[in-house]
């Protein structure tokens, strides 16, 4: 157990599907933030939120949209994802947006898109 | 932003001590220094964080110099189960200092 739960840890999904992925953490921290983890590639950063405020969009495409309904509860929506977006999903949370706040993962959901 | 750089993989025996060293030749004056580890299908688990000098903790120890353009990171005794791609992060206040590189992917070998 993380304290970061996400799920599903597995999702198949086709390119003109609408799914969502979940996130939610018991530790009481105000900032949460989904990653991009693709095979052989860095962990790359897409949206942060700070108070159920979005502080950060890297530059993700549209078909990707966050939601974050209260502090603890963080979602992804996907729609007509293309099968480069195959990845695992990590979802994180911290007390706060500063650098001395670690950040803590949950286990992720494996995304394939076919 | 401090740009990190470390050895893509190290290998090590079993009961070895393993160092890993990352260079962050323009880190800022406000930013910390992060180590996380990351098993396969899993996300990245906080290890240990420091400012300056030495800090351990019951998994780890960290060590900056003083001009703290590089940091190490020391695992004593290490087992198999240490395996893992391990990252360093260096960042000061605000998300956009959040971002991992390509970490070092440490194989322990009975």
């Known amino acids: 157990e993380t304290g970061v739960t996400q799920t599903p840890r597995h999702l198949v999904m086709g390119m003109t599907n609408k799914k969502s992925l979940k996130c939610e953490q018991h530790l009481g921290h105000n900032a949460m933030y989904w990653y991009k983890q693709s095979a052989k590639k860095p962990l790359e950063l897409m949206f942060v939120?700070?108070?159920?405020?979005?502080?950060e969009n890297n530059s993700v495409p549209s078909r990707f949209s966050p939601e974050c309904p209260n502090s603890s509860h963080l979602f992804l929506h996907l729609h007509t994802l293309q099968p480069e977006d195959s990845a695992l999903y990590l979802c994180?949370?911290?007390?706060?947006?500063?650098?001395?706040?670690?950040?803590?993962f949950g286990n992720g959901t494996r995304l394939t898109v076919t | 932003l401090a740009k990190t750089t470390q050895p893509i993989s190290m290998d090590s025996y079993e009961g070895q001590e393993v160092n890993i060293t990352c260079s962050h030749n323009n880190i800022a004056t406000n930013d910390y220094i992060t180590w996380y580890q990351q098993f396969p299908s899993q996300g990245p688990r906080f290890i240990i964080q420091?400012?300056?000098t030495k800090v351990t903790n019951e998994v780890a120890s960290l060590f900056i110099p003083a001009d703290r353009k590089s940091s190490t990171l020391s695992l004593p005794r290490v087992s198999l189960s240490d395996t893992a791609v391990y990252y360093c992060l260096v960042g000061g206040t605000g998300a956009n200092n959040l971002f991992f590189g390509t970490g070092t992917r440490l194989t322990v070998i009975p």
């Open positions: 994180a949370s911290s007390q706060d947006l500063g650098f001395d706040s670690p950040l803590h």
């Open positions: 939120y700070n108070f159920k405020e979005q502080t």
């Open positions: 420091g400012y300056k």
